[in-house]
């Protein structure tokens, strides 16, 4: 059976520098981790966890809760964070909400009994689910993942969703848009789709336009349900020439339903999400979005987890950068001018109407 001292010899270097490699600690040179983890390929070396577990009174694991395994943008981020626990020899145990705020609370409490070392989560809403927040207090180590708290010295990575969305809004404006709804996930669901919101709503000001309520469609849910209740509002003699969506997965919804409807994206309807998912690419039209680097943010969110295990870091968040993403669901307004429909009106701080 292969041994650390065969992957030691493999790549040249003390078994010390092995063992740093492969716990993921950041006083390696990369040059030397790519060297230690070809030699822990080529021999097949498999981090014997049962006797490091012995020995060392830990489990080499940690818990992953993440909102749902289906939508991409959280199947992506886990990629990058299996790859970074493999890495360093450590597993992973993963759990979902299903976007129920109740099971916050109740899935970290299950990955606490499975002895896990740290949690990386993505809440409902740290601000008020407070399961960040019971962490701290039983000294475990966490790190958000999406989730932009509102303290800056709370350990996250995450992109600025609300400067992130006011550039996309940007987008859409600068195409002759003026007429731009919002539709998103249910606000007590995600903070996210809230805080996108709000930057809707700033570069609407910004730009002299009125922002639209906020329409709230239920993210969980059977297809025809769906279509029946967006239905109300893309049948209406005012619907908006675009449609900003909180998520991804919600504006390819959106743009199926259009159909269903008879609608024309982007020749009725432009549309435009929030990710980046490579699905976006493949559907007809392409998807305009904002990419957010989620296999990255994954692995980012491991190295600061280990950081926060070996108390070789302050918790503090890490914004990631955001890019947009063009899409042909996104188009030129008909006729449309920016300067010669710019309209000034105010609107409350949060503007919403839910779809049941």
């Known amino acids: 059976?292969?041994?650390?001292?065969?992957?030691?010899?493999r790549a040249g270097c003390a078994i010390s520098t092995v063992s740093r490699v492969l716990n993921g600690s950041p006083h390696t040179t990369e040059a030397t981790r790519v060297r230690v983890m070809a030699a822990v390929d080529e021999l097949g070396y498999?981090?014997?966890?049962?006797?490091?577990?012995l020995k060392t009174q830990k489990t080499g694991a940690f818990g992953v809760l993440i909102p749902s395994i289906t939508n991409p943008v959280f199947a992506s981020s886990l990629g990058g964070i299996e790859e970074a626990a493999r890495t360093a020899g450590y597993d992973i145990i993963v759990t979902t909400s299903n976007y129920d705020p109740g099971r916050d609370g109740e899935a970290v409490e299950a990955l606490l009994a499975r002895g896990v070392e740290g949690v990386l989560l993505?809440?409902?809403?740290?601000?008020?689910?407070?399961?960040?927040?019971r962490l701290a207090a039983r000294h475990v180590p966490h790190v958000l993942l999406y989730n932009q708290p509102i303290d800056p010295a709370v350990a996250a990575v995450t992109v600025d969703n609300r400067r992130a969305t006011a550039d996309l809004t940007g987008e859409v404006i600068a195409r002759g848009h003026t007429d731009i709804g919002y539709v998103s996930g249910v606000f007590g669901s995600s903070d996210r789709a809230r805080i996108r919101y709000a930057g809707y709503c700033d570069r609407m000001r910004e730009a002299g336009l009125k922002p639209q309520a906020a329409v709230e469609v239920p993210f969980v849910g059977q297809d025809r349900d769906f279509v029946a209740a967006?239905?109300?509002f893309l049948n209406a003699p005012t619907r908006p020439t675009a449609l900003l969506c909180s998520n991804d997965l919600l504006a390819i919804r959106i743009m199926a339903a259009?159909?269903?409807?008879g609608l024309r994206v982007p020749e009725d309807l432009s549309v435009a999400g929030f990710d980046g998912i490579d699905i976006g690419r493949m559907v007809e039209p392409s998807l305009a979005t904002i990419l957010q680097p989620a296999a990255d943010m994954g692995r980012q969110a491991v190295q600061f987890l280990f950081a926060l295990m070996r108390g070789e870091r302050e918790p503090a968040t890490l914004i990631m950068p955001?890019?947009?993403?063009?899409?042909?669901s996104l188009?030129?307004?008909?006729?449309?001018t920016i300067a010669g429909a710019l309209r000034a009106a105010p609107a409350p701080a949060l503007n919403r109407k839910t779809i049941p």
């Open 1 to 9: 059976m292969t041994t650390i001292q065969d992957v030691a010899m």
């Open 46 to 53: 498999r981090v014997n966890t049962i006797g490091r577990s």
């Open 122 to 133: 993505t809440v409902t809403d740290p601000a008020t689910g407070r399961v960040a927040d």
């Open 230 to 232: 967006v239905a109300r």
């Open 258 to 261: 259009a159909r269903t409807l």
């Open 322 to 328: 955001h890019t947009f993403r063009p899409g042909r």
């Open 331 to 336: 188009a030129a307004a008909r006729g449309g």
